[in-house]
Antibody, heavy 119, light 107 residues
Framework: EVQLAESGGGLIQPGGSLTLSCVASGFTVSNNYMSWVRQAPGKGLEWVSVIYSGGSTFYADSVKGRFTISRDNSRNTLFLQMNSLRVEDTAVYYC?????????????WGQGTLVTVSS | DIQMTQSPSSMSASVGDRVTITCRASQGISSWLAWYQKKPGKAPKPLIYAASSLQSGVPSRFSGSGSGTDFTLTISSLQPEDFATYYCQQANSFPYTFGQGTKLEIK
């Protein structure tokens, strides 16, 4: 059974750093497209970043230069390192697997982890 | 960036109703479109990919259509568990973008 479990969220001050983790089971992270998607309180969904099976990475303009997506193949885990955090980064962050039919079709999602950026 | 616009933003309907939600892309995306159902405190649930293909396990009362810039999600007969917010999303190019959502409420 495919499962994704995020962790690492919490309360952080503006300008701070945080690393989110997403442990996968039932499939191999390194063989799939893996994305992070977020939802700010009361807002819609926003795609954040993707890492391809080959290792290529792409980011939304709103996080480019501040966030880094990566994976640890030995732990079958996806990461999102977030630096220079802003109040507007406050959101529930989901990891999601890209489908074999297209990297932008997210067929499995984690339950999300809440990041709150506030002083 | 490709902008996705959904209509309506909210609607109310009754159990058994047929409901249609529309999604328009600011430029052509062929059939690179997905639909998701979102309930508070839950992860988004994938419903449709490639504009009209049903995700595994999704009831057949859900259907999608369209290509290019105009797309629709139809629920043929609303069930109590279908009251939620629905999002379209383009998967044609980076950055992937979502519509603003359509909140479906019980009448």
């Amino acid at each position: 059974e495919v499962q994704l479990a995020e962790s690492g969220g919490g309360l952080i001050q503006p300008g701070g750093s945080l690393t989110l983790s997403c442990v996968a089971s039932g499939f191999t992270v390194s063989n799939n497209y893996m994305s992070w998607v977020r939802q700010a309180p009361g807002k819609g969904l926003e795609w954040v970043s993707v890492i391809y099976s080959g290792g290529s990475t792409f980011y939304a303009d709103s996080v480019k230069g501040r966030f880094t997506i990566s994976r640890d193949n030995s732990r079958n885990t996806l990461f999102l390192q977030m630096n220079s955090l802003r109040v507007e980064d406050t959101a529930v962050y989901y990891c999601a697997r890209g489908s074999v039919t297209g990297p932008g079709y997210f067929d499995f999602w984690g339950q999300g982890t809440l990041v709150t950026v506030s002083s | 960036d490709i902008q996705m616009t959904q209509s309506p933003s909210s609607m109310s309907a009754s159990v058994g109703d047929r409901v249609t939600i529309t999604c328009r892309a600011s430029q052509g995306i062929s059939s690179w479109l997905a639909w998701y159902q979102k309930k508070p405190g839950k992860a988004p649930k994938p419903l449709i990919y490639a504009a009209s293909s049903l995700q595994s396990g999704v009831p057949s009362r859900f259907s999608g259509s369209g290509s290019g810039t105009d797309f629709t999600l139809t629920i043929s007969s609303l069930q109590p568990e279908d009251f939620a917010t629905y999002y379209c999303q383009q998967a044609n190019s980076f950055p992937y973008t979502f519509g603003q959502g359509t909140k479906l409420e019980i009448k």
